[in-house]
């Protein structure tokens, strides 16, 4: 038996503590619960998505890359091949569904292409695809042979895995052999040629599905590709610290990042070079592991924390925060065989979720939340896993079912399963990725099935980085035949004694070198409240949360002050907000002043990801006049987060009434007025989305909200988004318009009190007319004047007393160039007067470092 697979799953010897026991009736509902989970996100998938690559769960309608609005690199995931189908097949085997498993073979067979002119991420094909397609075509063949289902079945999954990875291997055509990170699936490499950089996992984390490729094909390039690409990152290690860095040239091997960690943009390097050796037996990929673990051991983790620092100063931490993908690094401790540091990493991340409820994307050294999403990950449930098999301790079992539980209660939508935005406020994203499927039901199942329970001697294969799985017998067929699958071929080959290849080290031990024959509960004991002892739950509530912070509601005001926070104006109308922890009340409102602006990081953030919206238009006639023709005008608008969607050849049209008072935060004065009208409003003093329920109630039939700022125009000024409060109960269409536009408006309203308005997309109205700029120059200043008085902003006025009061130091953060955020001792995020809104968006993705 390879002992390196299976010393990891050996159960430690010793009592199990009663407190943490789950009797069987308990564990199979629980593991029935799991398979229902899966079968409700997989058929909301099947049935509104397909063949679409991913699911939109809050749409529930399929994500098609080129119809849906770019989401940047995440979107290099998806090829239109059908994603989360190919990727969720072997999960289906996994569950037993023979009937379902052989469907939707027969889908992939039929629908699925790559002859698509698509650029797609190299790594991400690579593991979710190319791996889904073996492990399925694996598991047809292991089926036929075990179950004596699916005689039809020859092959045709590995020949479109071959397929697939001929259009993968222009990506290894550079000067190092280190692949590119993006291809074109038809046309290779062309146009992206001066792409310079990849992440080390993206290179390295090729090997399994090549080298299984090359061995089920008989077609060895993949392989030799992929073994090269392998090599060349060896040999770009740092040779003191034997660290790797996160991103490197792929044409000149220098490094561009030299942050080491385990976490994102490195992870599963680290992972395939062990399973290289488990899965393949080639002795040079163990030596490799073990002299990078003892680096990362020696450097890296710092008790149960794994912290990055820098790969040629490795005593010098690079950031203070972790991120979620390291959770992963528990899981492959137990492969390894050191069960000791796996029980305290994991533990200090089940710590994190019960504080915060799911795993934040990246939290701080104190256990604040850094990036708050959370999109379903799977990899906190595969180390769970792991460490229950080797231990069969049930306080695992106990981490799952709460693990459980919370994506039952925060992500579970009627569509499937839903990402978290922000795990501190529960708020869903439309996105649900096909590792959910994939990895994250498929963990969470075999969690609490029992080996009887399965169709597969799980055994007898290795998990991919995606949780595929792939034969433990390729080890037996080298890399210029194909692997002959049947029952006495997938048994466990014989170990290979250790040698010495190629210059690697075999010094350490090829068994576990733990010794620990104690229960786990020994080792986390002394971890107990570990991070609620660091980073306490607050006993009282919190003053104000940032989504419902108003600026003209003087409670909210007088808080954020005592929080340290001052406010002042920019030119654009904007506000500012500057954190000084000196100018707090007190130390907990500081603190709590802290919490604040990274609430307001976060949701700048979230704006700046969310898709662009389309513009609207506000469209009305003119009559004719001694000096012009009758003309139409059409003024384009901003739209809102909340309220009607105006789509395709919807429209709203009506006369206008303005609203008294204009500004609608207090009562409406003879609201009756606005009753079948379109509703003008003055933007100021309280929440767009307040202003829009106040004239819905009057039986307004839409709103236009007017830009209190002065000389804002829509031909100078990026598309302004009016966001909402989280509670969508406005069902009138609500647009903006910037200042120059709306004095047109008005102007017309001063001629004609009955003019009749239509709100449309603007995909769907004529352009303006040529006349529009001449006939606003020719408005007559005294009536602008007059109605002007009722449009005076004070929001500017209410702010400036507090402009003195913000003379701290600043340090930047990052480009100020829009208004974003700056550092004033401590954070600052910029916001609309009105509460949250759409900051002008750039049409390049933010890059971030998961």
Known sequence: MWPLLLLGLLALIGPRPAAFAMDALERSQLREEARDMFYHAYRAYMENAYPADELMPLSCKGRVRGQEPSRGDIDDSLGNFSLTLVDTLDTLAVLGDFEEFEHGVKLVIRDVTFDTDLVVSVFETNIRMLGGLLSAHILAEYFQQRAGIMSWYRGELLSMAKDLGFRLLPAFNTTTGIPHGRVNLRHGMRSLENLRETCTACAGTMVLEMAALSRLSGEPVFEEKAHRAMDVLWQMRHRSSDLMGTVLNIHSGDWVRRDSGVGAGIDSYYEYCLKAYILLGEEKYLGRFNRHYDAVMKYISQGPLLLDVLMHRPHTNSRNFMDALLAFWPGLQVLKGDIRPAVETHEMLYQVIQRHNLLPEA?????????????????????????????????????????????????????????????????????????????????????????????????????????????????????????????????????????????????????????????????????????????????????????????????????????????????????????????????????????????????????????????????????????????????????????????????????????????????LEQPQKLKGRIAVIERGDCMFIDKARRVEAAGAVGAIVLDNTGGSSSSTSSMFAMSGDGTNDVHIPVVFLFQQDALQLLQAVSLDPELEVTLQDSKNSASSDPLLAEAAEAMDARLLDSILDRLKGSVNDFLSKQHDQAKVNSIEEGDDEDGHIRTKRGRSRNLDPDGPSEEPKSTKEPKEEL
């Not at 608008?637 to 105006?646: I, N, S, V, W, Y």
């Open 363 to 667: 939290f701080t050294t104190d256990f604040q939340v850094h990036w708050g999403q959370h999109p379903l990950r799977p990899e906190f449930l595969e180390s769970t896993y792991f460490l229950y098999r080797a231990t069969q301790d049930p306080y695992y079992l106990q981490v799952g079912k709460h693990a459980l539980q919370a994506l039952q209660k925060y992500a579970r939508v009627p569509c499937g399963y839903a990402a978290v935005k922000d795990v501190r406020t529960a708020a869903h994203e439309d996105r649900m990725d096909s590792f959910v499927l994939a990895e994250t039901f498929k963990y969470l199942f075999l969690l609490f099935a029992e080996p009887a329970d399965l169709v597969l001697d799980l055994d007898e294969f290795i998990f991919t980085t995606e949780a595929h799985l792939l034969p433990l017998s390729l080890s037996t067929s080298g890399n210029a035949s194909a692997a002959q699958l049947n029952p006495s071929a997938l048994k466990v080959a014989p170990p290979i004694e250790p040698t010495a290849q190629n210059g690697h080290d075999l010094d350490e031990p090829r068994t576990c070198p733990s010794t620990l024959h104690l229960f786990p509960e020994s080792v986390r004991r002394p971890l107990k409240n570990m991070v609620n002892g660091m980073c306490p739950r607050r006993s009282h509530r919190r003053k104000l949360h940032a989504v419902q912070f108003q600026v003209g509601n003087p409670e909210h005001m007088k808080a954020v002050r005592d929080m340290g926070i001052a406010i002042i104006t920019l030119p654009d109308g904007r506000l500012q907000l500057l954190h000084t922890f000196a100018n707090a009340r007190s130390a907990s409102d500081a603190e709590e002043g802290l919490q604040f602006m990274q609430e307001m990081v976060e949701l700048s953030k979230a704006q700046a990801q969310a898709p662009d919206s389309t513009p609207l238009t506000v469209s009305y006639r003119v009559a004719a006049s001694a000096h012009t023709p009758a003309h139409k005008v059409v003024l384009t608008a901003g739209p809102a987060h909340f309220g009607r969607e105006l789509k395709g050849n919807e429209r709203v049209v009506a006369s206008v009434a303005l609203a008294e008072p204009l500004r609608v935060c207090a009562a």
